[in-house]
């Protein structure tokens, strides 16, 4: 157990629909980073927020946003859903900023399915 | 052509057996590199990170190495266990200030036969 928390487990939804996705980072950790896994394009990097401000951005498409909160955790909403946004999604945590200095622990994942 | 092409796609070894996977990278100069294990359906856990200076770094029975001249990694598993069926990503980090990028191998799908 890496003591990153994310909800829902699974998420089943239709074309068109906008779905939010939630991520508790471990204890004491600031920064919080989202990715996508899916069959044909393997992990992708979305987003890292540190500290409640974004700080670095990789393959997030423009119909997905997220914002982390005040008390840390984060949400990753999906908007527009499209059949190829099926997916895994995986939030990380690690205890300061700098993209990739520090070891990022994962959380389970959200199975994401789009009909 | 990915920037970071992982070889083979897929390796069945015997339990007890030595292995070697391959990250094979075009670009360059990097923050770090990492190799990562992610078994079925769950998130990836960490097993080495490595500087642009680093050659070699172990956890246990995991080994990696770098050579910066052939823009080459490997990771060498020994004594293969059960649990060691999974699937292992080459990841090479960029870190400027306030920024950065993060690019994925596809992976190396291993399986340890009894």
């Known amino acids: 157990d890496s003591g990153v928390t994310q909800t829902p487990k699974h998420l089943i939804t239709a074309t068109g629909q906008r779905v939010t996705l939630r991520c508790s980072p471990r204890s004491g950790d600031l920064s919080v980073y989202w990715y996508q896994q899916s069959l044909d394009q393997g992990l992708q990097f979305l987003i890292q927020?540190?500290?409640?401000?974004?700080?670095a951005k990789g393959n997030i498409l423009e119909r997905f946003s997220a914002q982390q909160f005040p008390d840390l955790h984060s949400e990753l909403n999906l908007s527009s859903l499209e059949l190829g946004d099926s997916a895994l999604y995986f939030c990380?945590?690690?205890?300061?900023?700098?993209?990739?200095?520090?070891?990022?622990?994962f959380g389970p994942g959200t199975r994401l399915t789009v009909t | 052509k990915n920037q970071v092409e992982q070889s083979p796609q897929s390796l069945i070894i015997l339990e007890g057996k030595n292995c070697t996977l391959q990250?094979?990278?075009?670009?360059?100069?990097?923050?770090?590199l990492r190799w990562y294990k992610q078994d079925t359906g769950r998130g990836p856990v960490s097993l080495t990170i490595m500087t642009f200076s680093e050659n070699t770094k172990s956890n246990g029975r995991y080994t990696a190495t770098l050579d910066a001249d052939t823009k080459q990694s490997s990771l060498h598993i020994t004594a293969s266990q059960l649990s060691d069926s999974a699937s292992y990503i080459c990841?090479?980090?960029?870190?400027?200030?306030?920024?950065?990028?993060?690019?994925f191998g596809q992976g190396t799908e291993l399986s340890v036969k009894p």
């Open positions: 990380a945590s690690s205890p300061r900023g700098g993209l990739g200095l520090y070891e990022q622990y």
């Open positions: 927020y540190y500290n409640g401000e974004e700080r």
């Open positions: 990841v090479v980090i960029f870190s400027y200030n306030q920024g950065g990028k993060l690019i």
């Open positions: 990250c094979n990278y075009t670009v360059s100069p990097f923050s770090n």
